[in-house]
T-cell receptor, first 114, second 108 residues
């Protein structure tokens, strides 16, 4: 199983409040993990990826951060949310097969910042 | 990152075949062609991928041009559940770069 769990499913937060979104994955150990954001009506934007515990690469500078405290746990955080942080946040894991790497996505967290 | 070009939207009828085109004229020799789709309010779902040869799976077929500068995702018999945004993506080390995709509408 390559199941991906994300919570919460939906979240409404005021501007300036902190954020913590969690992603946990099942299946093979030491997966590459990803955080994407999708603003309303837009495509997916890669935010962070991780190739192992404590290893985080940031794709876009912003007020978000990511951490990987355990092999199968990936957390997205913010100290102070902005209105522009609203969107659909997706966690993904990489899976090797058919000669290349594909990605499987979790169910997502829909964040509304008011 | 290698770029892909897809039509913004397409429309088809239920139970008919659908051919979704993708141009990738700057593809490199080692780039795989991936297709994902995203149903409303869900995360993207892997559909199919290939390198040079045409590929078939239970969801779709992927036809790759001989020069690899274009490809076509084929849904053999569309259903209403195939209505989604379809993304054509070229692989890059450790990340996928999603464009705007093609919004496919299926008419009953």
């Amino acid at each position: 199983s390559q199941t991906i769990h994300q919570w919460p499913a939906t979240l409404v937060q005021p501007v300036g409040s902190p954020l913590s979104l969690e992603c946990t994955v099942e299946g093979t150990s030491n997966p590459n993990l990803y955080w994407y954001r999708q603003a309303a009506g837009r495509g997916l934007q890669l935010l962070f990826y991780s190739v192992g515990i404590g290893q985080i690469s940031s794709e876009v500078p912003q007020n978000l951060s990511a951490s990987r405290p355990q092999d199968r746990q990936f957390i997205l955080s913010s100290k102070k949310l902005l209105l522009s942080d609203s969107g659909f946040y997706l966690c993904a894991r990489e899976f090797r097969g058919g000669g290349t790497d594909t990605q499987y996505f979790g169910p997502g967290t829909r964040l509304t910042v008011l | 990152d290698a770029k892909t070009t897809q039509p913004n939207s397409m429309e088809s009828n239920e139970e008919e075949p659908v051919h979704l085109p993708c141009n990738h004229s700057t593809i490199s020799g080692t780039d795989y062609i991936h297709w994902y789709r995203q149903l409303p309010s869900q995360g993207p779902e892997y559909v199919i991928h290939g390198l040079t040869s045409n590929v078939n799976n239970r969801m779709a077929s992927l036809a790759i041009a001989e020069d690899r500068k274009s490809s076509t995702l084929i849904l053999h018999r569309a259903t209403l559940r195939d209505a989604a945004v379809y993304y054509c993506i070229l692989s890059a080390p450790q990340k996928l770069v999603f464009g705007q995709g093609t919004r496919l509408t299926i008419n009953p």
